[in-house]
């Protein structure tokens, strides 16, 4: 069946503002035309919605999602077996946003591609999942790259199988080995059906705050040339101004969060390399309200590197990169946006300036690039047209073209007059059908509300609380 948008400014994506009083003919999930009423052929059969008054754009993107992120001690044995579910309900609510392709940066690659496969056959709603599996170097959830906590709580036993179900062959181990012998180790994991490749080319967390480099140069240009070997992307998790460097010299496609590089701040030779080696630049920003609220609750230390990644940010913007729009997007239950963990850090400010929500992150980022001195039509490209260009996907995806994929945004304010407009969504387009967002996500799980609490709550009392003090040395 055909679908007909009628009366719509069109901002496509390839021209630099919007084309007035368009309409936009979709038939077998792609743009089969894009012109004025009376330009346009229609099938008799053909559904027409009249968005006069609207503006259409190009379906938002994320450069860097993690559909199954609440990877708590709790999460994993509430949920164990049922992963995909958490992964189907993240790809709605991001799908319920307005972004129709997302791309998953480090997750279990088995459930995560289970999910990509059955959105793509049509048996489910959801956006578009392409994904890489884990990052290569890095253990699982229960290990010193994310959680350190748990071995010696959980069972060796579960422990381990969480763990091999992020890491399969490609973990720390990698390091000790010579870069033909990471190369031969990349090539298998390639072969289970990822879509890219993203390695470390820095340390996860640990006591260096992330400076430590994970791999060798040489180790690094060999997983980038397994990669293109494979007709895949590659990319790297870089947060120190050398670890940045070595990713752009191995040929990365894009590097992520290119901006958080400690307290230091990214040099002009290596910002100049980003347009020399046509890579693209994954900006992790922060509203200048936001900064201000972070500035509140974290250390000096920690300070110093937010204000450096935000100078950077300018700077990459002011020096023509690329510009990619990502965010770490992801859903925390609730319950964990209560624990001391998250409170206190970026994935714990307010709503409006969370960065990280996997809902409503991407209107962050487009709010604070928009402070930072980026222009409105380069705003729209950063979340369409240059993912799709840095994935090598821009053959279907990332502009209203004809032949293209029909992926769309139809928002009620102008995208291009406020950054904010961005969150006016009317309606969301998808393969050339209209989403029933008010149906998503279909089955809350981490998005539904706190449990009621139970009775013996009322009646429970800790021997140490917060509130009155107890008796004894007042400076206690």
């Known amino acids: 069946m055909s679908l007909l948008l009628n009366g719509a400014t069109v901002i496509d994506g390839v021209s630099d503002k919007g084309l007035d009083g368009r309409s936009i003919l979709m038939e077998n999930g792609r743009i089969l035309a894009i012109g004025r009423p009376d330009e346009i052929p229609v099938p008799a059969d053909t559904e027409t919605v009249d968005y006069s008054g609207k503006f259409i754009i190009p379906g938002l993107m994320n450069a860097n999602v993690h559909l199954f992120v609440n990877v708590l001690f709790e999460t994993l044995v509430r949920y164990e077996g049922g992963y995909e579910d958490l992964i189907v309900e993240a790809s709605q609510v991001a799908l ?30 959801g956006s578009r999942i392409r994904c890489a599996g884990n990052i290569i170097g890095f253990d699982g959830p229960f290990s010193g790259d994310f959680d350190s906590r748990i071995p010696g709580i959980g069972s060796s036993h579960f422990v381990d199988r969480v763990n091999a179900t992020w890491v399969e062959n490609t973990g720390r181990h990698l390091m000790w080995l010579t870069p033909e012998a990471v190369g031969k180790e990349v090539r298998k994991y390639i072969e289970h059906g990822i879509d890219f490749v993203k390695y470390a ?47 752009l010299e191995a040929g990365c496609d894009l590097v992520q969060h290119c901006n958080m590089t400690g307290p230091a701040e990214i040099p002009r030779e290596t910002l100049e390399l980003f347009t020399q080696k046509d890579c693209g630049a994954v900006v992790f920003p922060l509203t200048d309200n936001g900064m201000a609220v972070l500035r509140e609750t974290i250390s000096d230390h920690e300070w110093t590197m937010w204000k450096a990644s935000d100078t950077n940010s300018r700077h990459l913007i002011e020096s023509g990169a690329t510009i990619l729009l990502a965010n770490d997007g992801g859903i925390f239950a609730p319950e964990v946006m209560q624990e001391p963990l998250i409170k206190g850090t970026w994935n714990g400010l307010p709503e409006e300036e969370a960065l990280g929500r996997l809902a409503t992150g991407h209107f962050v980022w487009l709010r604070a690039m928009e402070e930072k001195g980026m222009s409105p039509i380069d705003l729209l490209r950063a979340a369409t047209r240059n993912i799709a260009r840095a994935y090598r996907v821009d053959d279907d995806l990332g502009t209203l073209e004809v032949g293209k994929i029909a992926d769309m945004v139809v928002l009620d304010e102008d995208p291009l007059q406020d950054a904010k407009n961005y969150r006016s969504i009317h309606a969301v387009i998808k393969d050339g059908a209209l989403v029933d967002r008010d149906a998503l996500p279909e089955r809350p799980l981490l998005t539904a509300e706190l449990r009621a609490p139970l009775e013996e709550e009322a009646r429970y009392k800790k021997s140490l609380h917060h509130g009155e003090r107890l008796p004894g040395c007042p400076s206690c």
């Open 201 to 247: 080319s820095n340390e996860h967390g640990g006591t260096s705050a992330g400076a430590f480099i994970q791999f060798s140069e040489r180790t690094q240009r060999v997983i980038v040339e397994e990669a293109h070997r494979a007709g895949l992307t590659a990319q790297s998790h870089s947060s120190s101004v050398e670890g940045l460097r070595m990713s």
């Open 96 to 125: 319920r946003a307005g972004m129709t392709t997302v791309f998953d940066t480090w997750g279990p690659r088995r459930a995560l591609m289970a999910v990509r496969d059955k959105i793509d056959r049509g048996e489910i709603a």
